[in-house]
């Protein structure tokens, strides 16, 4: 009986002691690089597009597509339906403005 009892007693404390991890010190240090972006060269002339018939349910308006820069080159990216947010909303475009001896992405918004 007694042998019995030592060996759960020592398998317990096997199982605890195979519990608890070791203590994990850890450090974390954070390194802020800003990035020197480069202006994109001015966007070409935006491309003809028009709606590719009917809208898809009263009151969709046509959203024109617009030139996105992805670091590279200028891309095209096509219009979409879009609803208003409310009655009598407006489409406001994206665009690029010149902007400090650069260009400067405008994002579009319903007014």
Request: charged share 10%.
């Amino acid at each position: 009986m007694k042998q019995l009892t030592l060996i759960a007693a020592a398998t317990a404390a096997l199982a605890v002691a195979g519990l608890t991890a070791p203590a994990q010190a850890r450090v974390y240090v954070g390194i802020d690089i800003p990035l020197v972006g480069v202006a994109p060269p001015a966007p070409p002339p935006p491309v003809v597009e028009y709606a590719p018939g009917p809208a898809p349910a009263a009151g969709y308006v046509w959203v024109p597509g617009y030139r996105a820069w992805n670091g590279y080159t200028y891309v095209w990216v096509r219009g979409r339906w879009g609803h208003p947010p409310h009655y009598g909303a407006a489409w406001v475009g994206p665009g690029w403005e010149h902007w400090n001896g650069g260009w400067r992405w405008r994002r579009g918004y319903w007014r």
